[in-house]
C-alpha cells in the first residue's frame, strides 16, 4: 500500500544536487501536477526517450522524490511524486559547495518556470471564462519585515496553502501554480 505524499520534502545537499538537473526537476513537476505515470508516458509528455527518463526517475527515487506506485504490470513501471512540494533553505547547503551550487541552479530554474508558466497564461488567458481572467493574475506587495518576521509570514504562507491543498474535487476547479517569492530590494544590508 502506498503512502499518501508528504506536504513537504526538506532536500538536503545531496537531494539538491540530484534534482539539480532539467530533465529531473520537470519529471517531479510532471508527476505532481498529472498524477502518476509511467517513463514511456512521462518520455512522450517531455520530448525525450524512455531509457533516459527511467535512468533519471530511479535518481529521483534515490532521494525520495518519486517512487513506484503498485500499479505496475511485468516491465511496466507506473512512478508517482511523493511529496506535494519540496524545499530547502542556505543553511541547508551552507559550506556544500556542490549543494550550493544546485540550489542556485534550482532556484534560477524556477524563477524562469515561473515566467515561462506566467507568459503562457497571459498568452492564452482571453480564452477563458471572465470569472478565471478576474481571479488568475499576479499582485505584489512591499513589506519591512526582519528575517524573523519573514519567517513567520512565509509558514503563515504555508499553513494557508496547506488548508486549500487538502481540497479538491468540486466542479470548476483547475490546477493553479501558486509562487512566493520573497527577498531584500537592497543590492547589500544596510
Request: charged content about 25%.
Amino acid at each position: 500500500m502506498q503512502t499518501p505524499p508528504a506536504a513537504v520534502l526538506r532536500l538536503d545537499p545531496h537531494a539538491l544536487t540530484v534534482l539539480a538537473h532539467p530533465l529531473r526537476s520537470r519529471l517531479v513537476a510532471a508527476l505532481r501536477t498529472d498524477g502518476p505515470a509511467t517513463a514511456t508516458t512521462l518520455a512522450r509528455a517531455l520530448s525525450t526517450n524512455s531509457g533516459a527518463t527511467s535512468y533519471h526517475l530511479r535518481k529521483l527515487a534515490s532521494v525520495s522524490l518519486v517512487e513506484e506506485t503498485d500499479d505496475g504490470h511485468g516491465r511496466e513501471r507506473w512512478w508517482r511524486a511523493t511529496t506535494s512540494s519540496h524545499g530547502w533553505n542556505e543553511r541547508d547547503v551552507e559550506g556544500h559547495p556542490d549543494g550550493q551550487a544546485a540550489s542556485d541552479w534550482l532556484r534560477r530554474h524556477y524563477l524562469d518556470w515561473f515566467v515561462e508558466n506566467y507568459a503562457r497564461w497571459l498568452d492564452n488567458q482571453a480564452s477563458w471564462p471572465l470569472e478565471w481572467r478576474d481571479v488568475g493574475g499576479a499582485n505584489d506587495y512591499g513589506l519591512r519585515l526582519s528575517p524573523e518576521r519573514l519567517t513567520a509570514f512565509v509558514s503563515e504562507f504555508e499553513r494557508l496553502v496547506e488548508a486549500y491543498r487538502g481540497h479538491a474535487g468540486e466542479p470548476g476547479e483547475e490546477t493553479l501554480q501558486v509562487y512566493l517569492y520573497a527577498f531584500p530590494l537592497a543590492e547589500k544590508p544596510s
